[in-house]
């Protein structure tokens, strides 16, 4: 990987590259990491725990509320971890890298009589990662749904530097999973307990927006993992979805595809 660290007059332009997104936001980084592989990462979040340091993850910085801009370190994954790694036409899933652009991905899909539906204004551009942190809706939210309705699956690492993959649990896996003598299971338990507190549960009702709503890209989803009548699974997605950054870091994300709308003809 690569690292941005020093005070040289090259690096402190590199550094101010990386000190605003597409907003007004402007904030120089302590210093920007470009990481190759996942062993870059987790060594990355290492050295952030023990000097005490943020990482802020960028893809192609095209949010408009500085979401992406920090005093920290800047981890532009848009280099290197941008892979489509598996297609499944038959189960209609792909799996990429968060470096991904959205428009690219489709060009790779339409061989394949799929799409992957969430399209920002953005999307000739924009990366999945980013589309996962800002839970990107698009024209068309309404027919296709926005990112969070098609995130199956998130691989990546929590701040210990735990390796984790969050899917799709029946709720027995999810007990399960609160078992675990691990960050993970912390985070599931603490997760679970908040979402199943009926004080917890008046209170989201009350403040957030309805579910309905289908272009909705603010705040923790919690409301989205409260247990309701008819639902049978557990998906911590819907909480990442929307998140920032700020929940996993993420390497790999498994999505939900969609058939490619018919061709139209005007004569």
């Known amino acids: 990987g690569e690292l941005?660290?020093?005070?040289?007059?090259i690096h402190e332009a590199q550094k101010l590259v990386y000190s605003t997104d597409a907003s007004v936001y402007q904030e120089k980084p302590?210093?920007?990491?470009?990481?190759?592989?996942?062993?870059?990462?987790?060594?990355?979040?290492?050295?952030?725990?023990?000097?005490?340091?943020?990482?802020?993850?960028?893809a192609a910085g095209t949010s408009l509320a500085g979401q992406v801009v920090g005093n920290g370190i800047i981890v532009d994954i848009s280099k290197y971890f941008n892979q489509i790694?598996?297609?499944?036409?038959?189960?209609?899933?792909?799996?990429?890298?968060?470096?991904v652009i959205r428009d690219d991905l489709n060009v790779a899909l339409r061989p394949f009589g799929l799409?992957?539906?969430?399209?920002?204004?953005?999307?000739n551009r924009a990366m999945i990662g980013?589309?996962?942190?800002?839970?990107?809706?698009?024209?068309?939210?309404?027919?296709?749904?926005?990112?969070?309705g098609n995130l199956l699956e998130v691989q990546g690492y929590l701040s210990n530097g735990q390796e984790v993959t969050f899917g799709n649990l029946s709720f027995a896996e999810l007990a399960e999973k609160t078992t675990l003598n691990s960050l993970e299971g912390v985070i599931y338990?603490?997760?679970?307990?908040?979402?199943n507190n009926p004080s917890n549960i008046d209170a989201i009702e009350k403040g957030y927006p309805k579910k309905s709503l289908t272009r909705r890209n603010t705040g923790y989803a919690l409301d989205f993992l409260i247990p309701?009548?008819?639902?049978?699974?557990?998906n911590m997605c819907e909480l990442i979805a929307g998140s920032e950054g700020t929940l996993v870091f993420v390497t790999e994300a498994k999505l939900k595809l969609l058939p490619l709308p018919p061709k139209k003809d005007a004569l």
């Open 4 to 9: 941005f660290f020093d005070n040289s007059a």
């Open 130 to 148: 980013g589309m996962i942190g800002n839970n990107s809706c698009g024209l068309h939210s309404i027919v296709w749904g926005d990112t969070r």
């Open 30 to 58: 302590l210093a920007v990491a470009v990481p190759k592989t996942k062993e870059d990462i987790t060594n990355l979040i290492a050295f952030a725990n023990e000097h005490h340091l943020t990482l802020i993850p960028r």
């Open 228 to 234: 309701e009548e008819g639902k049978e699974s557990f």
């Open 189 to 195: 338990k603490g997760v679970s307990e908040m979402v």
């Open 115 to 123: 799409m992957f539906g969430p399209e920002t204004s953005t999307a």
């Open 85 to 99: 790694l598996e297609i499944n036409q038959e189960e209609g899933y792909v799996k990429v890298q968060p470096g």
